[in-house]
Structures are given as structure tokens and as C-alpha cells.
């Protein structure tokens, strides 16, 4: 962004920039595999992922809406007739169970509704703008020399926000399995409650704190680390030495 970028940067760009074209669609179809195995093995939870309340064939897709867990129903809905059964199926009439089929024995709908859109959201957006910056590079590659980008700066400023995107979906989706696994550890056979920790709370609390304490300053150390580099960038690649430097063998 600020010009100071070396010649080995521009090419690690393009590297990260191929790989993410070529990596998320292949995420988005392991996605859709998982998907299909979800609706089989644990139906709650993927009836809680798309807010549906009632079994219904051919059912529809949720845009957006805010889940109402107590009135068992999801308000303002923006839905796409007959769109969840051919994603989640394959076939825009199948039988997708609802919410209220399970009793006593789903997760929380409004935290699983939400987490499993920021995720594909999120990731659509990875896809959306890798894409586009692949196409953008792939475009003007013969007018721009090696040690020069092809994209213009506001591009470079969207790059530059979709840092910690990747982190934001896998967590998002970390959210989805564990929530939507609730109320069980293992599903259909052993509840979370019945195998809940003795410990006394301020034990929890203890280690809680630490881990997150550790983890923070991970994070800290990173952006810091990111920080450095983009404010003091290596001008110029040393240079390798001669031969006859390197003793009489050459190595």
C-alpha cells in the first residue's frame, strides 16, 4: 500500500492470491460433503443452522431473519422457496425436519442461526474477493513489470481487512459444531449435563482467564510482529555470496 514493497513481496501476493482462488471453492465443496453428513447424523442441529421450525417438504432457504425460540418461529424472514431442501439434499423436495421435532433435545437456535451465517458469509466473501484479485492480476499481467502490483490501491485496502476474515469463519464455524451439538457431548447418546466438571467455578474461571491471557498475547505479538515489518520492509535482498567465498569446494 505504502510502495515500499520489494520485488519477493509481489510474488508472495500473487501466490497467497492463487491458492485462496483455488482453495475456497474446494472448502465450499468439502463443506457441502459435511452438510450432507450433518443432516443425516444430527438433524437438530441443522435444523437450528437454518431456523426451520416445522418438517416440511421442498423447504426454503434463509436469507435472514431473527430466530424467536419462544414463539417458535423466525421473524422478518427473507427466505428462497424450496432453496435449503436442494442445498442441504440435493433434490428441492426432500423432507427437512424441524426444530420442534426435537424436543427437550436441540441446541439454542439463535446462537447456531447466526454463527453458521457470519461463516458462510464470511467465506463467500474470501471467494468473492479472491476471485476478483486473481482476475485483476491475471488481467493486467503483461503491462505491469515483476517487481510492481497489478492492483490498484483501494484493492490492496480490501486485502489488507480480509486479514483476520479466515479466522473469523473457522471460529464462526467452531461456534455452528460445538453450540449445535448442545445438549449433548455425544450426540443422541450422552448430555452435556451428565458429565459437566465437579470443579468449583473459580477453578473454571482460573484457567479460562490464563488461557485467554496467553492467547491475547499471541495475537499482540502478531500484530505486532506485522506491524514491524510493514514499517521497516528489507529495501534490498542481500546479496549471495561468491563461490570463492564459500571455501575451495564451492559449497
Known amino acids: 500500500i505504502k510502495g515500499s514493497a520489494t520485488g519477493g513481496t509481489h510474488k508472495a501476493l500473487r501466490a497467497a492470491v492463487i491458492v485462496a482462488s483455488v482453495a475456497m471453492p474446494l472448502q465450499f465443496f468439502a463443506g457441502d460433503l459435511h452438510g450432507l ?6 438433524p437438530a442441529k441443522v435444523a437450528a443452522m437454518e431456523g426451520i421450525w416445522d418438517t416440511q417438504k421442498g423447504a426454503p432457504l434463509t436469507l435472514f431473519g431473527i430466530p424467536d425460540e419462544a414463539a417458535g418461529t423466525t421473524h422478518y424472514a427473507i427466505q428462497i422457496p424450496k432453496l435449503a431442501s436442494l442445498i442441504l439434499a ?9 426444530i420442534n421435532d426435537f424436543p427437550g433435545a436441540h441446541p439454542p437456535v439463535a446462537p447456531v442461526f447466526w454463527s453458521f451465517r457470519v461463516m458462510v458469509g464470511v467465506g463467500t466473501l474470501m471467494l468473492g ?9 491475471w488481467r493486467r499481467r503483461r503491462e505491469t513489470a515483476p517487481d510492481k502490483t497489478a492492483l490498484p490501491r483501494p484493492m490492496l485496502y480490501v486485502l489488507a481487512g480480509m486479514t483476520f476474515s479466515g479466522w473469523v469463519a473457522t471460529l464462526a464455524g467452531w461456534y455452528v459444531t460445538e453450540i449445535g451439538r448442545q445438549p449433548f ?4 447418546h450422552l448430555r452435556t449435563a451428565d458429565v459437566a466438571t ?22 499482540i505479538t502478531y500484530v505486532g510482529v506485522l506491524k514491524y515489518m510493514a514499517e521497516n520492509p528489507v529495501k534490498h535482498a542481500p546479496e549471495a555470496p561468491r563461490g570463492a567465498e564459500l571455501g575451495k569446494a564451492g559449497v
Do not use: R
Open 37 to 42: 453428513n450433518t443432516l443425516e447424523h444430527q
Open 185 to 188: 457431548v455425544v450426540y443422541g
Open 129 to 137: 474477493v479472491a476471485w476478483t484479485t486473481a482476475w485483476m492480476l
Open 90 to 98: 440435493h433434490d428441492l423436495n426432500a423432507e427437512i425436519q424441524g
Open 198 to 219: 465437579s470443579l468449583p467455578s473459580p477453578m473454571i474461571a482460573a484457567t479460562l482467564t490464563a488461557y485467554l491471557i496467553v492467547y491475547g498475547l499471541l495475537l
